[in-house]
Structures are given as C-alpha cells and as structure tokens.
C-alpha cells in the first residue's frame, strides 16, 4: 500500500515511474573499498570533531542525499517525513496552494502551478522566484521550509513575494490556501469540440480520459467533430498510465520503449487494438511544463501522426526514476532508464517539437518570461543523440502569424489563445478529413 501512495504522490515531480524491486548489491572491487573507507574516516572526524554535537542520522541521510544530488536532478532519498509528506499529497487533505517547487541557487523557483489551485488563479507563473514569505526572507532556506510554510490551515492567507524575469521591481501575491485536491482529468464542450484536460498522471488518468470520452458524447448526444487534449504544465506522473492514455487514441503499434544501462533489458510497450475516440481528429496541446509521462503521450500521437502537436517546445525530461526501497521507513527514487517514442527519438532535453508552434499570446509576460526546461538543471542527463541547439532555441524565434497582443485577444473575449487556435485547428481538421478519416460534421 506504502509504495502504490507513493507512485501516485510522485506524480509533481515531473516523473515517469515504473515499479522496481529492491535488488541485491552489485559487486564492488577493491578501489571502491577504499574509498568507503575514507567515507567512514570523515564521518568519525565529523562525528567526533564537530563544533557541535551532530546526530548520527542527520550525517547518514546528508552522505545518501549528496551521492543522489551528484547523479541527477530527479534521483532523491525519501526518509519518514519524505514518506509522510508524500501520504498528506495523495490523501489531498491538506491545505496548500497548489505549487510545484524546485530549490535553484539557494532561492525558491516555481516549476509550474497546477491548473485550477489558489496559486495558478493568482497568476504566479512557471520561472517565478520566490523571495519571502509573509515578509520573511527565504533565501538561503532549505526547499523543505519554504514547502512547509507554504502549507497550512485551509482559508487562511499567505503572502509571497515574487521575483520575475521582465519585471523591473518584486511584487506581492497573497494567496488563500485551499484543500488542494488533484483532478487529473477533467473536460468539457467547445461548441462541437470536445476538450480533455489532464493534469497529471495519477493511478486512474487512463480511465479518466475514457470516462471524458462518453461523457463528451453523452453531453452532445452524439460523436463531437474532435478533440483537443490539452497537457500544457502537466508534470508527468506513473509510466502505465502514459501507457493508457496514449492506447485510448491508437489503434496498434508502439507507444514508448525503455532503455536502462543494460542494453538487453529493452521493454517496450504497445498499443491494444481500437481506437476509443474513433479516429476523430486531435489535436494536444503542449507548453514548456509539459514533462516526463506527458511528453511520452504527445510523442506517441505525434510518431503515429495520430494527433497535432501544437503549443510551445516541451520541457524535455526523457527519463525513468524507480521507487527502490531500502526498508520499511526509507527508499531511493532513483533513474534507471530513458524512454524513447515509438520512432526511436529520445526527448531527454530537446523536448517535443510542436507540429505547429503556437505561443500564448493571451499571457502578457510571454515574451520577457523564460522558459524553465529540462536542459536547464544542473547535473541533468545528456540525450545520447546529440541534441541539435538550433532545435533548442527554436520556439524563441517570432512568427509572423501571431502578432494579436493581450490586451486585444481580451477585448474579442480570447482568455486563453492557444486553446481558441485548437479548437479552431479541430474544425478545420473535421472539414478537410484527417489521417486518412473522412471529414465528418457529427452523428454516431
């Protein structure tokens, strides 16, 4: 039970998971006794020289956290608090703002805010700095405090100041904790659209978006002309459920294959026959926090030309962290292998390129904003591929197509502009055919 919450909690870390059983000890020669050695001799001159009387565990867990801090950034040591902390998410009865946080050069920086959560109605964005906390400065804090802080008391208000590219001077937000409770699918109609939007990859996604479906055609009464699935600032979440979701819009062939160290335990997985939406058109919707299980999906669909990828360069995390127990209280989440999609291509820092690039000229701080990806971690992993840097940069470059500014999509009504182009691609997509489907207006 301990482990299944935990493959369900790690899904806000922008993680792919997959189950791994705990192995025995690889074999060690004798250079690396020694240096287990010199560990032991600098944790009895720690222990014993210290200016202070330091507790045996603190030193252990400190020695494990920076031997996982020099892999990558998303191998961890998950102790008892890391445990509980994980169990308080999955429960989702705790009152919180709905963040997604990463510790860079001693500052609080904000990967993404998950959709419909009292931080992402206050507009804090991917890329914000977070400063102080109810005028208390946090710099130089550890990511556990600011966390911790951040939480509290349903209905009771915090105040956070924000450092962000493009702005001249730091500014407050005060936001009201809320129960934060994960919807990982939700959807609704647009007109004959019909709009699936998941926000992560938790234990039911796949049968989220297949009860998203029926209900699309419960409301119309009827097929709609397509649909869009938006995963824009989705983290990611459990391997099998990326898996799932990629099967309900495929009909056969491949949907992600993994590769660890040991280039004989290849797993690939394949799609089941039938195509739950029908064939009807797709188009998915993508951004710079679309990572790790969504990236898989968008990936899929696109190799299959199943789907149009539209949106900006997805965040680029093309790896697998396992969920390795070391005993009944602790446990590493440690990357065992890379994915790649159906064509073989790894998305390990390049991301997903959009079909059509598509920026959202709805946001007014979209151009000074910078992108928060994968290859701007320290320590991240290099795609074996040799990722081509013009591909990096090129969503930065301007297209000419897309020159409405914010405040004129707002008077037309426009809130959210790459959603509107989707569902405008959608119907065109339905009058002209698409993948070899006959162009249809509607009717079972």
């Known amino acids: 039970?301990?482990?299944?919450?935990?493959?369900?909690?790690l899904m806000v870390s922008s993680v792919a998971l997959i189950p791994a059983a705990t192995g025995a000890m690889a074999a060690v020669d004798s250079g690396t006794y020694k240096q287990i050695d010199r560990f032991m001799a600098a944790f009895e001159q720690v222990r014993s020289q210290y200016v202070e009387r330091v507790d045996d565990e603190k030193l252990i867990k400190g020695a494990i956290d920076g031997m996982l801090a020099s892999l990558d950034p998303h191998s961890s040591f998950l102790d008892v608090r890391d445990y509980d902390n994980l169990r308080t998410q999955t429960d989702g009865n705790y009152g919180g703002l709905g963040l997604q946080v990463t510790m860079e050069d001693g500052a609080v920086k904000v990967i993404a805010p998950t959709e419909d959560t009292p931080a992402w109605r206050a507009g804090v964005k991917s890329g914000d700095y977070i400063t102080h906390l109810d005028g208390k400065l946090i710099v130089g804090g550890t990511l556990d405090e600011a966390v911790d802080t951040m939480r509290g008391k349903p209905g009771t208000p915090i105040k956070l100041t924000i450092v962000r590219a493009g702005r001249e001077k730091p500014f407050d937000v005060t936001i009201t904790r809320e129960v934060i409770t994960l919807k990982p699918v939700k959807w609704e109609v647009r007109g004959n659209v019909g709009v699936i939007n998941i926000n992560a990859f938790s234990r039911a996604t796949g049968e989220g978006v297949r009860t998203a479906i029926a209900e699309i055609d419960r409301k119309l009464g009827r097929k709609p002309v397509g649909y869009v699935v938006d995963l824009r600032s989705n983290p990611g979440g459990l391997l099998d459920q990326a898996v799932d979701v990629s099967d309900v819009?495929?009909?056969?062939?491949?949907?992600?294959?993994?590769?660890?160290?040991?280039?004989?335990?290849?797993?690939?997985?394949?799609a089941r026959p039938g195509d739950y939406a029908q064939g009807l058109p797709v188009v998915i919707l993508?951004?710079?926090?679309?990572?790790?299980?969504?990236?898989?999906?968008?990936?899929?669909?696109?190799?299959?030309?199943?789907?149009?990828?539209m949106g900006e360069r997805t965040f680029g995390k093309g790896s697998v962290q396992s969920i390795?127990?070391?005993?009944?209280?602790?446990?590493?989440?440690?990357?065992?292998?890379?994915?790649y999609t159906p064509s073989g291509r790894s998305v390990q820092e390049g991301g997903i390129e959009p079909d059509l690039a598509v920026p959202q000229l709805s946001d007014p701080d979209y151009k000074s904003r910078p992108k928060y990806r994968e290859s701007d971690l320290r320590r991240h992993l290099i795609n074996e591929n040799k990722v081509d840097e013009r591909l990096l940069e090129s969503d930065e470059k301007a297209d000419p197509r897309f020159t409405a500014t914010a405040e004129e999509l707002k008077a037309k009504g426009?809130?959210?502009?790459?959603?509107?182009?989707?569902?405008q691609t959608v119907g065109r997509l339905a009058n002209t055919g698409y993948a070899g489907v006959p162009a249809r207006t509607g009717g079972r």
């Open 1 to 9: 039970m301990k482990k299944s919450l935990l493959r369900a909690a």
């Open 249 to 270: 819009f495929l009909e056969s062939g491949p949907i992600v294959e993994q590769r660890g160290r040991d280039r004989r335990g290849v797993e690939r997985y394949n």
């Open 286 to 309: 993508v951004d710079s926090g679309t990572a790790s299980a969504a990236e898989i999906v968008a990936g899929a669909l696109q190799d299959h030309h199943r789907g149009l990828v």
């Open 324 to 339: 390795i127990d070391l005993d009944e209280r602790t446990a590493l989440r440690l990357t065992t292998a890379r994915y």
């Open 414 to 423: 426009i809130t959210d502009f790459q959603l509107h182009y989707a569902l």
